[in-house]
Each structure stands twice: as structure tokens, then as C-alpha cells.
């Protein structure tokens, strides 16, 4: 068996976003998605295992960089 991915919490995508300087359209954009799909990913009010992965990954891209 293999234990699926750890799913990052919203509040936490969002404290990175802004760590990063990164606005809400910004990721939407980078993200192909929209500003009210970050948002509510970021405040827990929709849950999409897939999208929160892709966004730590591009927000760890810009902390990194």
C-alpha cells in the first residue's frame, strides 16, 4: 500500500501566496483557473486534491526561485 500525497491545507496556500507575493489573479492565471476557485480552495470551501498539489508545487517554484 501506498499512502496518498499529503493534501496541503487553504489557510496554509494562502499564507505561502502571500509569502510569495503572489496575488489571487496571478495564481489563478498560472493555474488555469479562476480567482474564485483559489479563493475558495484557499478558505476550505471546495476541495480539490489535484489543484491544491499543483498550486503548493507552483508557489514552492516561486519561494524557491
Given amino acids: 500500500l ?5 493534501v496541503p491545507a487553504g489557510s496554509d496556500l494562502r ?3 502571500e509569502t510569495s507575493g503572489a496575488t489571487l489573479s ?3 492565471e498560472a ?3 479562476s480567482i474564485t476557485t483559489i479563493s475558495r480552495l484557499e ?3 471546495t476541495f480539490d ?4 498539489l499543483r498550486y503548493e508545487a507552483w508557489l514552492h517554484s516561486r519561494l524557491v526561485a
Avoid: C
Avoid at 2 to 6: D, L, S, T
Avoid at 49 to 52: K, P, R
Fill in 26 to 28: 496571478t495564481a489563478a
Fill in 2 to 6: 501506498v499512502e496518498p500525497a499529503a
Fill in 43 to 45: 478558505r476550505a470551501k
Fill in 15 to 17: 499564507m505561502k501566496r
Fill in 49 to 52: 486534491t489535484e489543484l491544491a
Fill in 31 to 33: 493555474l488555469l483557473t
